[in-house]
C-alpha cells in the first residue's frame, strides 16, 4: 500500500554539473531543473530560502530541510563546498532548519568531505546509484562501480548519517530481471530511503545519440510503471520508504522536443501508486461474471487510487470482473488499502 507517512518540507537548491567529473549517457540537470545558470552565489542562495520561509506553505512542525542537488555535492573543490554549508548554516543554527541533504556520486564520498559536512548539520546524502549491475553502469559511463556503492553506504553508516539511494530503470543494458536484482542488493544496503527516476531519452544527451542511432530503446510507460511498482512494493515491505517516483516536471524540460523517448507522464508517480493499490484489492474483487453491477466502499483517501488516472483504474476493475462499477463510495470505518464490494 501506499506511504501515509507526511513528507519532509525540502527547499531545493540546484547546483546543476557542479562537481561532477563528467556528464552521464542520461544527464541533462539543467534542462531537468530549468536551472540555466549555477546558482554559486550566496544572493541567489539566500534568495531562494527566504522565499520559502516566507511563503504559506512553509511549516516548521514538517522538520524542513535544505537540499543541495543537481550536482555532485562532496565532489565539488573543498572550498566551495564549504562556501554552500557556510552560506545556509546560519538558517540552521537559528532554528529554521532542521538540517541540510546532499546528493552525490558513490565515489566522491570519504572521510574527509564527511567529516566537513557534518560539522555542518547535514544529515541526509543521497547517492546516486542508478543501478547495482556493473554493465548497466559501464553502458552508462557512470564511472563508478556497484562496490563504490555499498562502500559509500558503509561509510555514511558511520557518520551517522541517513542514506538515501536514487535508482534508474531502464538503462543502457538493463532490464525487469536486472533491476530486480539491483533493488534486491539495495534492500541489502538498508537505506532509509529511495527514489526510482525511469530512464528518459532527454535532448543533448549521450542517450539520446544512441537512441537516434537505434542502439537504445527505452522502456514503454505500462513497463515501466510495472517495474516502478513491483519494486517499489518491495522496498516498502521492507520498510524502506520511497520518496520519489518518476522525475518531476519543469518548465524547460516540458518544452517541445525536450523529452525525446522514454516512459515520461506528468502523473507517473500516481499512475504508479494507483497500479500498487489495485494489486492489493484485486483478491478483493469477485470473480469474472460473478456480479453485473457492484458498489466499491473504500477510505476516502484511497478513492483516487481506485479511480486511477482519468479512471483508468475504474476500467480496469470492470475489465477484470466483467461488472459495471456504478460508485465508489467513501467509507471511514474501512481500512485504508481495503475495500467492500456491494452487489447491485
Known sequence: MSDRRPRPLIVPIFI??????????????????????LPVSEEHIIGI??????????????????????GTF????????????????????????????????????NDERLKAIRHYNVSTVE??????????LTLSERGHSSDDTARAVRLLRQYGLSVGIQLMP????????????TVTKVIDLKPDMVRLYPALVIKGTGLARLYEKGIYHPLGLGQAVEICA?????????????????????PSLLEEGQIIAGPWHPAFGFLVRSAIYHKGIAP????????????????????????GYKNQGVKLIENRTGAKVVNIQ??????????????I
Open 16 to 37: 546543476p554539473h557542479l562537481g561532477c567529473p563528467h556528464r552521464c549517457v542520461f544527464c541533462e540537470q539543467k534542462r531537468i531543473t530549468s536551472q540555466k545558470d
Open 49 to 70: 530560502i527566504e522565499r520559502a520561509i516566507h511563503s504559506a506553505g512553509f511549516d516548521p512542525n514538517r522538520n524542513p530541510e535544505i537540499a543541495f542537488y543537481g
Open 74 to 109: 562532496t565532489g565539488l573543490p573543498f572550498d566551495q563546498m564549504l562556501f554552500l554549508l557556510e552560506t545556509v548554516f546560519p538558517y540552521i543554527t537559528k532554528g529554521l532548519f532542521r538540517g541540510i541533504r546532499v546528493s552525490t556520486r558513490p565515489d566522491a564520498v
Open 127 to 136: 547517492l546516486g546509484a542508478q543501478s547495482m549491475d556493473d554493465q548497466v
Open 170 to 181: 531502464g538503462l543502457p543494458g538493463d532490464s525487469a530481471d536486472k533491476f530486480h536484482s
Open 230 to 250: 513491483d519494486n517499489c512494493l518491495r522496498l516498502e515491505d521492507m520498510g524502506i520508504q520511497v520518496i520519489r517516483i518518476g522525475l518531476m516536471s519543469s
Open 284 to 307: 478483493m474483487l469477485p470473480g469474472r461474471g460473478q456480479s453485473k453491477s457492484i458498489r466499491i466502499m473504500a477510505y476516502k483517501l484511497d478513492i483516487p487510487l481506485i479511480r
Open 330 to 343: 467513501a467509507e471511514d470505518s474501512i481500512t485504508p488499502g481495503r475495500i467492500k464490494v456491494v452487489n
